[in-house]
Structures are given as C-alpha cells and as structure tokens.
C-alpha cells in the first residue's frame, strides 16, 4: 500500500510537470520552491504522508544526494568548453579557492561564536555551507556551451569546482574532532586529503574524459561501430571517474566534475580540427538540417525528427560525430539533473519538520547571504577584469543545497555527537531552505535585468 501511495504521489508530480512546465517557466520564483513545498506538506507539517530524519535516514540521504551532485557536476563540465589556458577560468578559480576558504573562515567564526561550536565543529559546518550549489543553480549557469557569458561561466565552474575543493575542509574538521585520521600536526591531511586527493582527482577525471571521448570517436568514425545508447557512454563515464577517484583516495566530485569538461573539451577540438578538411562525402540530407541545432542548441533528433538510419549517418560523420556525441551526452544528463532536482529538493521539504527551529539561530543564516557570501566574493575576485554589476550578482547568487545535504549526512555518518549534529542539522537546513527561497524569488527578475543589459551594451558596440 505504501508504495502504491509513493507511486502514485510521483508519477502525478511528475505529470504536473510535464503539462505545466511552460506555465511554470513564466511565474515570478524557481520551480525548486514550489518542490520544497510539496515536500513541506507531505511531512508532519501538514499531510503527514512521510516522516524523513536526518539522523534516522543518513545513509539514505547520503546516497540520494551524493546521486544528484554526480550528475549536476558532470552536466556542469559538459557545458564548459574553454580550454585551460583560457582566462574564463581564472575568476572561477578564486571563487572555488579563495573566496571559499573565506567564507569558511568568517563561518568559523560565526559558529564559535554564535552557535556556541568547538573549532572542529564550526570547521566542518564551514566544509558543508562554504560549496555553492551546481543542482539548482541552473537558472544562473551556462545554458550551453556556445554561451560566452563571463557571470554565468564564473557560477557554473565554481559549483563544479569548489563541491570537491569543499572535501579538505570536511575532512580537517572531522579530524580535529577525532572522527577522522589528520597525523600529527595535521601532516597526513595535507599529504593526502590536499596535496594528493584535489590534483589525482582532477588528473583522473580529466585522463577518462579525454580517453573515453577519443576512443569513441575513432571507433565512430573509422569502424563505424559503437553507436548509440549515449545514455550509457554519460552513466558509464561517471561511474569511472568516480570509482577510480575513491579507490585512489583522490575526490571523486572533481574527478566527474574534470571527466565532463574534459570530454567537452575533446569535442571542442575534434570539431574544430574537422571544420578544417574537406568531408569525405556528402552529410545526409537531413543530417544536414540537424546539424547546426547539434552544434549550438537542443538537437532536432531528440524531438524524433531523426529516424534511427539518419542519427547513425550523424553520430559516424566525420565532421559532425564529435558534436553529436557530446550533445546526445548533454541532453541525458541534463534530463537525469532535472529529475535529481525535483527528488532531492522535495526530501529537503520532508526534513524541515524535523528541525527544533528554536536553535536556529537567523542572525547566522542572514550573515551567510548578506555578509560571508558578498565579502568572499569581493576579496577573492579583487583586481578582476569583471564588472561591479557581475560581482554583486555572484555576490548573491551564492545558492546553497544538494551539496551541503550531501556533506551533512556525510559528517552524521562518520559518528558525531548528537548534540553537534543537532545544530549541524538545523543550521544546514535552515541556509538550504533560506536560500532556496530567497534566490528562487530574486532569480528571475535578476537575471532578466542582466540579460536586457548586457544586449544593450553589445546593441551599442
């Protein structure tokens, strides 16, 4: 009976979706709110469908987020295609680096002394608020990878990013609270949860991107073989990454983060290496059609235009076989992320009953937005080429959830104290539910306004 009501619940949640979707587009706040909500009312709060705990179910919840934000950070590297030498990165590098390790810096503060934590303590609640969101940041995030826009690649690489450079802060907090080994003098965390994990995490996922998409395409295009199921080449790469990363002690978020860009970053020069020679022969007619779609937007196959015999044409061309495949790619994943988003955001409204919303101290959650987030950004990009108006919107547009769940549980599931975890568990969840409210509200019209100004100032050069 219980499922059969779980069922029920999803498939018409996910109807509703699907028929309102363009209705939901146009309204004035995120879609990720009105999943909060629904996941509000199913708890104790209203309809009592469900009663999630943190504590209770951790393990549950780390696997289901831990899910989601492999997906996000794969989709996320897809959608970058600069190479890294290109100076886009540079911002996102200060965000992921700088600006986090001050914002865990002034959270450490804030914790000691508003919430009463040990250094260990406030340490690790800095790992797990410091990382911005690559789940449901997507309003604000490179929407393709044509999309050159400083602002949305400096906030779409540091969700990519900094949900990996987060691990070390994790980890040193647990280990100053006994939970986790650091050495003497903290001398094995550096070894290993720094200078080894973040590099070998990145080199890792970088090499199967980079093999992986190469071998594709030469199997594609020499053998004609190995077409189709794109599906299984995103999941497959993925679950490489990420299993290599773990069994190397390296963190396998940057390595899934370094695996999408990297296979990006093959189909970036695949493609601009074949622009140069001649085609061997004739595209198909309707390959034809499809092919500029492919390169630069929502491809016409994915809407069933395509017959089988013409994708196949496509994903072998020589020309276009590189585009196709990273594109096919793109859109499983983004398909994956949007449903991760609905199931995971929808589990944080079922959990908001069960925080003690007396100890939750709102002073800290208004200084986690109005002050940490802009003053990190400020510092960490001092002296950058961006505009004022770009940093203030950084500056805000530090939305806070899947990750911080994910690393939440993760702390619960290494044995801490039931009192920290009380407070961990409350401050969490309260920033996590602040921010998906206060950024859904401000998203739309935010972004709408920079939008019409950055057309007028290309209008006016």
């Known amino acids: 009976m219980e499922d059969g009501l779980w069922l029920t619940l999803g498939g018409a949640l996910l109807l509703a979706m699907s028929l309102g979707s363009s209705y939901l587009s146009r309204l004035p706040f995120s879609s990720a709110m009105l999943y909060l909500a629904i996941g509000a009312a199913l708890s104790p709060w209203w309809l009592a469908v469900t009663a999630v705990n943190a504590e209770m179910h951790s393990t549950a919840l780390e696997s289901l987020a831990e899910m989601v934000v492999l997906i996000s950070l794969f989709t996320s590297g897809l959608k970058l295609c600069p190479g890294l030498r290109d100076r886009r990165w540079m911002p996102s590098l200060r965000l992921a680096v700088v600006s986090m390790l001050i914002t865990v810096a002034l959270v450490v503060v804030a914790g000691v002394t508003l919430l009463g934590l040990s250094l260990g303590a406030a340490i690790l609640l800095g790992g797990i608020l410091a990382p911005t969101d690559p789940v449901l940041a997507s309003e604000v995030q490179v929407a393709e990878p044509t999309d050159r826009d400083q602002l949305r690649f400096a906030l779409t690489a540091e969700g990519g990013l900094n949900d990996g450079t987060a691990f070390p802060i994790v980890m040193l907090g647990l280990g100053l609270m006994g939970l986790h080994e650091i050495g003497a003098m903290g001398w094995r965390w550096l070894a290993i949860d720094v200078l080894w994990a973040v590099p070998a995490g990145i080199f890792i996922g970088a090499a199967l991107g980079t093999g992986v998409g190469k071998l594709v395409l030469y199997i594609r295009r020499t053998h004609k073989e190995a077409v189709g199921l794109d599906n299984f080449l995103a999941v497959g790469l993925i679950a490489a990454a990420y299993g290599a990363a773990l069994m190397l002690h390296a963190y396998g978020f940057l390595a899934v983060f370094a695996a999408g860009a ?9 493609t601009a290496a074949s622009a140069l020679v001649p085609n061997p022969g004739p595209a198909p007619t309707q390959s034809n059609i499809a092919t500029l779609e492919i390169e630069n937007g929502p491809s ?14 496509l994903a072998t ?19 994956l992320e949007r ?28 200084l986690m937005f109005l002050v940490f987030r802009p003053i ?3 510092l960490g990009l001092a002296g950058s080429r961006m505009s004022k108006n770009q940093k203030l919107l950084i500056g805000w547009f530090g939305i806070r959830g899947v990750g911080s769940l994910f690393y939440l549980m993760y702390a619960i599931n290494q044995d801490l104290p039931a009192a920290v975890a009380n407070t961990l568990v409350a401050t969490t969840l309260s920033v996590v539910a602040a921010s998906i409210v206060l950024h859904g509200v401000s998203v739309t019209g935010l972004m709408d306004r920079y939008r019409a100004r950055q057309a007028g100032r290309a209008r006016v050069k």
């Open 339 to 366: 449903i991760g988003e609905v199931i995971v955001v929808i589990v944080i409204g079922m959990l908001l009953w069960s925080v003690d919303w007396r100890d939750v101290s709102w002073i800290f959650v208004g």
């Open 317 to 335: 061309d020589a020309k276009h076989a590189s585009a196709y495949m990273a594109h096919a790619v793109l859109s499983f994943n983004e398909q």
């Open 300 to 313: 016409i196959s994915d809407r069933g235009i395509l017959d089988s015999a013409h994708k196949e044409e």
């Open 376 to 378: 990190a950004v400020a």
């Open 262 to 270: 990297a296979l990006r970053r093959v189909e970036q020069i695949q």
